[in-house]
């Protein structure tokens, strides 16, 4: 990016945006319910989250706009001799932007924010279809070491 | 397991016998230091879970003894509709008892809270080496639909 990326917490404000961004992908457009006004669990998510300490909203800002968003949640662990790590989830570049780096500059943010709050570790798990972020991960130094389970509940 | 397993929530007192199950595998061994007395950072990491709301260590226990441990984490998220997941980490069970169908219940156990938390959906990683681990979650209903990616930090 030529211009600055300002990094910030999440606002309210920011969640329409956030959910739009969200849902403006291949996989994101399945899942998610980009609808005015938002569905009132998108806002009860946002509550949770910022009530909780070792969860963080963050938002990439360009020019003042909302370009991009990802969370990040600190969790202290027994294993691996104990410790913090930081796992990121829902990191989503607009569109208007995608390709230009944002998303290295996302992703550097949070190794930093991982290292501010002492963590000796940082995952993340990426769904095998999204090939192009798989390769962006591997590019980063992030070492694909483990298969990412998910279980439905209904 | 022919006996009833108790699950309940770690105290203080049980943290000696979980990092000798947690050290007592083949990775464990390379990750893990037991050692007497229990090294600091094992003490302050169970502390900072127990203080966490959103977290869980939970042992199993079998005539009294602990023969089992996990670490359940709740998370609120925004995307997939926001919500709240569970994820489960450290999984391990005493050598005495393995084989025995003890890994499935706890397991069984991780998903009842999940769902007592009102959570969507149950997450977790494993190690591409622990051929016996993917194939049990696999066998309990888990999709490997994802990539584990970590990144130390040093």
């Not at 070792?54 to 968003?69: K, M, Q």
Request: proline share 3%; with cysteine; glycine share 8%.
């Amino acid at each position: 990016m030529d211009q600055a990326i300002e990094f910030r917490q999440a606002t309210r404000q920011d969640l329409d945006r956030i959910v739009e961004m969200l849902a403006d992908d291949v996989l994101g457009s399945q899942r998610e319910r980009y609808e005015q006004p938002l569905p009132d669990f998108y806002v009860q998510a946002f509550d949770a989250i910022s009530a909780d300490p070792n969860n963080e909203l963050i938002v990439a800002c360009l020019d003042g706009e909302v370009v991009g968003v990802q969370q990040i949640t600190f969790t202290p662990y027994i294993v691996r001799q104990g410790g913090w790590r930081a796992t990121i989830e829902g990191v989503r570049t607009a569109s208007s932007v995608r390709g230009r780096g944002l998303g290295s500059q996302m992703i550097l943010y949070a190794i930093e924010r991982a290292k501010e709050r002492g963590c000796h570790l940082v995952q993340l798990t990426s769904d095998k279809q999204r090939e192009d972020a798989l390769r962006f991960y591997g590019q980063l130094g992030f070492e694909a070491t483990h298969e990412g389970f998910k279980l439905k509940l209904t």
